[in-house]
């Protein structure tokens, strides 16, 4: 049965912002991602240490998720099975990926990090997040050149529609070395929430991802 | 001994991330993993390269590295005792 899902919420981080349903929520004025990274934990005042060892791309999908999920009390109103999270970037993992080359390049210092190795997989960042928030549903992360509101559309609506998921974050998350980009969606049924941004089909998708 | 256990405290905070602990917060006699510092199995193994690059010293079985590994007191005492020549 075809199901009608709108975009109850939406958090989008570039260009050292953060920004929730459209308003800006923090600016830091300087530094490179690592930086504001840790500017935008702190200002969370959430406790969670395992975020510093994370590599960027999980910090970028981890921290627009907590500003995402926060408040929304999704634990209570799903089950862990219920929702999903379906991710999508350009570089996949290519930013950590080098990092790691340049442990084992020299072969008179040949030290790869286990640290670092762990995350040359794009696909981490959303087990990030399900650890932290008890999700335990369908998760999958796709490379594509550019952001394919359509196929976010289709694929989200396919869980959907087949009763697979009654909740899912889903949306962009990219980093390759200074250029970052993350928008992340929280999708659910119509019925299930009182109030929403807008309707979950690809021109509002791609609408809400072009907002400065 | 005093002074290895320092530094030994300070090259775990930097290679493990720890950037929210200062050396005075770690209690060199408590347990690495679960209590203590609360480390998971990535952590170990960056242990053992932290050993094997600062150190020059390798942990051969898991029997040892459960040891080696248990403390920063137990860390130390495994550098001393290998670097006595």
New interface residues.
């Given amino acids: 049965m075809r199901q009608t899902c709108i975009i109850t919420s939406f958090c989008a981080v570039r260009d050292n912002k953060l920004i929730l349903d459209g308003k800006l929520l923090y600016e830091s004025a300087t530094g490179d991602f690592t930086d504001f990274a840790s500017r935008l934990y702190k200002h969370s005042g959430i406790s969670y240490?395992k975020f510093?060892?994370m590599d960027n791309l999980c910090k970028l999908g981890f921290i627009t998720s907590e500003f995402l999920l926060k408040d929304k009390e999704l634990s209570g109103r799903y089950a862990g099975v219920e929702t999903g999270i379906i991710l999508m970037n350009s570089s996949s993992s290519l930013d950590t990926d080098r990092n790691h080359q340049n442990t084992i390049s020299d072969r008179n210092e040949y030290?790869?990090?286990?640290?670092v190795f762990?995350y040359t997989l794009p696909n981490v960042v959303i087990g990030e997040i399900c650890i932290r928030h008890k999700i335990y549903g369908e998760g999958n992360f796709f490379i594509s050149e550019k952001f394919n509101s359509l196929f976010v559309f289709d694929y989200v609506s396919q869980l959907f529609n087949n009763n697979l998921v009654e909740c899912c974050i889903t949306g962009w998350v990219e980093i390759n070395g200074s250029n970052y980009r993350s928008v992340l969606y929280l999708i659910e049924k119509t019925g299930k929430t009182e109030s929403g941004i807008a309707n979950f089909e690809p021109a509002e998708i791609e609408k809400i991802y072009n907002r400065k | 001994m005093e002074q290895l256990v320092q530094k030994l405290k300070e090259e775990i905070i930097t290679a493990?991330?720890?950037?929210?602990m200062k050396p005075e917060n770690i209690d060199e006699k408590a347990p690495l993993f679960v209590d203590g510092l609360g480390l998971d199995s990535?952590?170990a193994?960056?242990l053992t390269?932290l050993l094997?690059?600062k150190y020059g010293l390798k942990i051969k079985t898991s029997e040892e590295g459960k040891k080696v590994l248990f403390s920063v007191n137990s860390m130390a005492e495994f550098i001393r005792e290998n670097n006595r020549g």
Wanted: net charge negative.
């Fill in positions: 240490p510093h060892k030290f790869p990090s286990p640290s762990v | 493990l991330n720890l950037s929210e990535i952590d193994l960056e390269v094997e690059k």
